[in-house]
């Protein structure tokens, strides 16, 4: 994809040179024109389909985008009921359905506005991520061992 945008930014510059734009306000005004450019550039590049048949499908109602569209990663549930995901430990809420999920996967997703669901057998689980962080900073062990 960088070589593409290394492309148009190269063919843009110089098809500007050639209509004698060399200033940000001037090429402002030249932007409603670059779908036209767009067009232009592409044109040799484009393929008639081999064949017309559209071969996409309707949603089918079962079908949740929003958890789709999330990193998925399966976790083992350790004996204390935690799951470590990203060097964070969630906590899961402890209660009977929970007791029994000891030793077991779930599924960790992850959305992209970095939302966190944790499921098992597709059930969502309550949880909260716990405020101690397990990872230490070297730097805060060397600062620690310093003569006062």
Not at 3 to 12: G, P, S, V, Y
Not at 93 to 98: A, F, M, R, V, Y
């Amino acid at each position: 994809m960088e070589r593409a945008n290394n492309t148009m930014q190269d063919r843009l510059v110089k098809e500007l040179r050639l209509q004698g734009i060399s200033t940000l306000p001037e090429g402002n005004r030249h932007l409603p024109t670059l779908p036209t450019f767009m067009v232009d550039f592409n044109r040799p590049f484009g393929r008639p389909p081999k064949s017309d048949h559209d071969a996409h499908r309707p949603l089918n109602p079962l079908d949740d985008l929003d958890e789709i569209f999330t990193w998925q990663e399966e976790r083992k549930i350790t004996e204390s009921l935690t799951v470590h995901y990203k060097r964070v430990l969630y906590l899961l809420e402890p209660g009977p359905d929970t007791a029994a999920l000891r030793r077991n996967r779930c599924q960790v997703y992850e959305h992209a506005d970095g939302r966190i669901v944790i499921k098992h057998d597709g059930r969502a689980l309550a949880f909260q991520p716990s405020d101690k962080n397990p990872h230490v900073h070297q730097s805060e062990v060397v600062a620690d061992k310093l003569p006062r």
